[in-house]
């Protein structure tokens, strides 16, 4: 489990074809009546561990899906998957930065795959992690990052807690805004490439923000969904 509600499943596909860094995949669930119910989750693992696919899925307690995939799923249970899919909202190596991920509640799924996919090619692109959460205990891969981020070259992950932030907390305690943004931004200057997601309001408030700051549009490149998390 990476949080109380979020699990991350690593499924062995033989024909994997490949993905890239920021891609999603459908999982279909048939049940025994033959009822259908399909949804997109953003792939967490890098390219380099294929063919393993590894998505981290965020209970929703109305929804069809993530209940069975966080709370029900085996070892050896089949999935039915279909992908990768998805190709404007990839970041590789090769493209450089420097480079600024944005990410709100489970919206860091796929920039988490960007920053594994950095690590295992040793890459030392400059690159910053804002991240927002209700809550420390909501922080998707908080082991992960903490290690990460002290120990590879040129990567700060920054923290904003919305809701509740612990004891001692010298994070950020709000919800991304101009201000925020102005101070873990990368400079317009230098031409970042930056990517955001998360829910719709989140996406929208961050994208504004540093288009405010003199980002360049077409360097900005955002995925969304909706106030149910897409379920």
Known sequence: METPRARSLTLMVPDWPGHRPGQHVDVRLTAEDGYRAERSYSIASPPEENPRV??????????????????????????????????YFVWEASMGGPLLLVGGGSGIVPLMAMLRHRR???????????????????????NEFDDVAARETGLKVIYTLTRRQPSG??????????????????????????????????????????????????????ERFGPTGGE
């Open 169 to 222: 907390w010298t994070g950020y305690g709000r919800r991304i805004d101009s201000d925020l943004l102005r101070d873990v931004a990368w400079p317009a200057q230098d031409r970042p490439l930056a990517y955001i997601c998360g829910p719709t309001q989140f996406v929208e408030t961050a994208a504004t923000g540093l288009a405010a700051l003199g980002y360049d549009p077409t360097l900005i490149k955002t």
């Open 54 to 87: 590894t998505i981290t899925v965020e209970r929703l307690d109305d929804g069809e899906v993530s209940p069975y995939l966080v709370d029900e799923v085996h070892g050896g249970d089949r999935l039915e998957l279909r992908g990768p899919i998805g190709g």
């Open 120 to 142: 295992a090619r040793a890459s030392t692109v400059p690159t910053r992690l804002l991240y927002s959460s209700r809550s420390q205990d909501e922080v998707i891969y908080h």
